[in-house]
């Protein structure tokens, strides 16, 4: 196939954010190109609940599970996209 | 002078975003480009305090006299660079 295989962490984000982070979806952030450090201070932070109210609660459903692993991953994939 | 005029509610922004929205500063997340409704909701979370700790409380700090114009203003600037 000739799409590049996304990892499986990042099938949760794609449907509001896309595969390649170029989002649809209105109000959800461009994270295409964004930096990774920022990237992964913010799924902490969505994680640890530090962000909340409104889209945060849905972002930390998504990275209640997360390890510091997978955070970098997903930081990875989308920053180099 | 070349440079566009820079609206005087960005100048907060700059230090740590740059004037363009591409900063030199780590963990910095880049704005320039990003969507104006996305950076709108962003500003107003962290003007209500509903995004907390580390950094949100910089911006917190940044955000807490905006109105709801001089936030669109800002978002409209950043998301055209």
Same mark, same amino acid.
């Given at each position: 196939?000739?799409?590049?295989?996304?990892?499986?962490?990042?099938? =949760?984000? +794609?449907?509001?954010?896309?595969?390649? =982070?170029?989002?649809? +979806?209105? =109000?959800?952030?461009?994270?295409?190109?964004?930096?990774?450090?920022?990237? +992964?201070?913010?799924?902490?932070?969505?994680?640890?609940?530090?962000?909340?109210? =409104?889209?945060?609660?849905?972002?930390?459903?998504?990275? $209640? $599970?997360?390890?510091?692993?997978?955070?970098? $991953?997903? #930081? #990875?994939?989308?920053?180099?996209?």
């Amino acid at each position: 196939d000739e799409a590049p295989a996304i990892p499986p962490l990042v099938s =949760g984000c +794609v449907s509001c954010h896309s595969a390649d =982070g170029n989002p649809l +979806v209105a =109000g959800v952030p461009i994270i295409a190109g964004q930096r990774a450090d920022y990237l +992964v201070s913010a799924l902490k932070s969505y994680r640890s609940g530090s962000r909340s109210g =409104g889209p945060a609660d849905v972002m930390r459903h998504f990275s $209640e $599970e997360l390890s510091d692993k997978d955070i970098e $991953e997903i #930081a #990875a994939w989308f920053s180099t996209n």
